[in-house]
């Protein structure tokens, strides 16, 4: 069955950096349209960063220039470079795969950002 793992989350400084990953099994991950969505306290899961099989990747207003997404074909892994963080960037982070509307979730890492 289809896997995602992340890691990567933790508790972090204001104007730190994290980087998350997420290892995928179970599909065949240069096919797939990669994604990090971002859930906090209260609110709605929400997109944070994507990356197509072809490498094509958007973000979120929130994050550009700050956060980086890439993929590794070869580990079937997904990253995201944070820097700069914000306390406004505290969230459950989830990584997401699709391919042809079929959808997978990990479990979520928690990032956490003091001011």
């Given at each position: 069955?289809?896997?995602?793992?992340?890691?990567?989350?933790?508790?972090?400084?204001?104007?730190?950096?994290?980087?998350?990953?997420?290892?995928?099994?179970g599909i065949r991950f240069?096919?797939?349209?990669?994604?990090?969505?971002?859930?906090?306290?209260?609110?709605?899961?929400?997109?944070?960063?994507?990356?197509?099989?072809?490498?094509?990747?958007?973000?979120?207003?929130?994050?550009?220039?700050?956060?980086?997404?890439?993929?590794?074909?070869?580990?079937?892994?997904?990253?995201?470079?944070?820097?700069?963080?914000?306390p406004e960037d505290t969230?459950l982070y989830y990584c997401?795969?699709?391919?042809?509307?079929?959808?997978?979730?990990?479990?979520?890492?928690?990032?956490?950002?003091?001011?």
């Amino acid at each position: 069955q289809v896997q995602l793992v992340e890691s990567g989350g933790g508790l972090v400084q204001a104007g730190g950096s994290l980087r998350l990953s997420c290892a995928a099994s179970g599909i065949r991950f240069s096919i797939n349209t990669m994604g990090w969505y971002r859930q906090a306290p209260g609110k709605q899961r929400e997109p944070v960063a994507l990356i197509t099989s072809g490498g094509n990747t958007r973000y979120t207003d929130a994050v550009k220039g700050r956060f980086t997404i890439s993929r590794d074909n070869a580990r079937s892994t997904v990253y995201l470079q944070m820097n700069s963080l914000k306390p406004e960037d505290t969230a459950l982070y989830y990584c997401n795969r699709e391919y042809l509307g079929a959808r997978d979730w990990g479990q979520g890492t928690q990032v956490t950002v003091s001011s």
